[in-house]
């Protein structure tokens, strides 16, 4: 019976995600259909304003310029299996603070100083990707097994012990023979 809700959300899921890319497009040009004269829209109830734009159908090609590609990244970087997925967090990082530019309109200027923060988060995650790849590297082209290396060398520190401690009874073997 749980193995029936499993497939059965699996495939809601899928189906959401397979949704939200089918309408990228129209969500991408959802400005074209909007007033470009007014400065204010009503929507089911909520009130858009023009956000300092000059109409709202402009505000809302700034909204969906960000919104679009940022919501694809967030898709591929939740269903990327490949081990350098972290990688898209740099160009998830640089549209959410253009977004969060845009949104937050009030200097008159859309997309130049967001790149102090992509520097940040690119100092962050450009290391981790790097060290994932030299393991990944280590183990899969040159054959170096990190975990097989330690136990080898477990192996020999124990076998270097009991080396020492036969050394030390023989020691004392010939000592108690030679008093005898």
């Known amino acids: 019976m749980s193995d029936k809700k499993k497939v059965r959300q699996k495939f809601l ?10 309408i ?3 969500l991408h040009y959802f400005w074209k259909y909007l007033p470009s004269d007014g400065s204010e829209m009503n929507f089911i ?11 709202v ?9 960000k919104i679009t590609p940022l919501l694809l990244l967030i898709i591929w970087f939740t269903t990327c299996k490949h081990w350098w997925y972290h990688a898209i967090l740099i160009p998830i990082a640089m549209y959410s603070f253009q977004l969060f530019s845009v949104l937050t309109y009030d200097s008159q200027i ?17 290391p981790v990707v790097y060290f994932i ?6 183990k899969h082209v040159h054959g170096i097994d990190l975990d097989a290396m330690d136990t080898e ?28």
């Open 13 to 22: 899921i899928e189906g959401i995600v397979t949704i939200l890319i089918a």
């Open 24 to 26: 990228t497009p129209i």
């Open 45 to 55: 109830g909520i009130t858009f304003t023009n956000n300092g734009f000059p109409n």
């Open 57 to 65: 159908g402009d505000a809302f090609y700034y909204y969906f310029l």
């Open 110 to 126: 859309i997309d130049e100083s967001e790149i102090l923060y992509v520097i940040a988060v690119t100092m962050v995650v450009t």
């Open 133 to 138: 790849r030299v393991k990944l590297v280590d």
């Open 153 to 180: 060398l477990q192996i020999l520190k124990e076998k270097e012990e009991l080396r020492k401690e036969r050394e030390k009874l023989e020691q004392r073997q010939q000592t108690l023979a030679k008093k005898m």
